[in-house]
Nanobody, 117 residues
Framework: QVQVVESGGGLVQPGGSLRLSCAAS????????MYWYRQAPGKERELVAA?????STHYADSVKGRFTISRVNAKVYLQMNSLKPEDTAVYYC?????????????WGQGTQVTVSS
């Protein structure tokens, strides 16, 4: 079993910053990729950012230049700057890797980010 726990959400004014954290734990042999997704009310869940093999990063066009994903071992962070109201959503961490010889992909419970004045 792999557990994924996010933290760091909250209420912030437009133009402000937040840093989300995510930690994976359990019987993990290798982590291949770590992702941040978000889901706004009435919308589908969308990929925000990804870090692949600890080095290669990818971003949704809507957050490029404002968000930065980084990974340290089994933790991944999302630094969010210049936040906009349209960034309001529940943010989910997703971890993909191998445990006990079997692949896994686990989700966290989500953390709410609200951008509002």
């Amino acid at each position: 079993q792999v557990q994924v726990v996010e933290s760091g959400g909250g209420l912030v004014q437009p133009g402000g910053s937040l840093r989300l954290s995510c930690a994976a734990s359990g019987n993990i042999f290798r982590i291949n990729a770590m992702y941040w997704y978000r889901q706004a009310p009435g919308k589908e869940r969308e990929l925000v950012a990804a870090v692949i093999s600890g080095a290669s990063t990818h971003y949704a066009d809507s957050v490029k230049g404002r968000f930065t994903i980084s990974r340290v071992n089994a933790k991944v962070y999302l630094q969010m700057n210049s936040l906009k109201p349209e960034d309001t959503a529940v943010y989910y961490c997703n971890v993909e890797g191998v445990t006990n010889g079997s692949p896994f992909r686990s989700w966290g419970q989500g953390t709410q980010v609200t951008v509002s004045s």
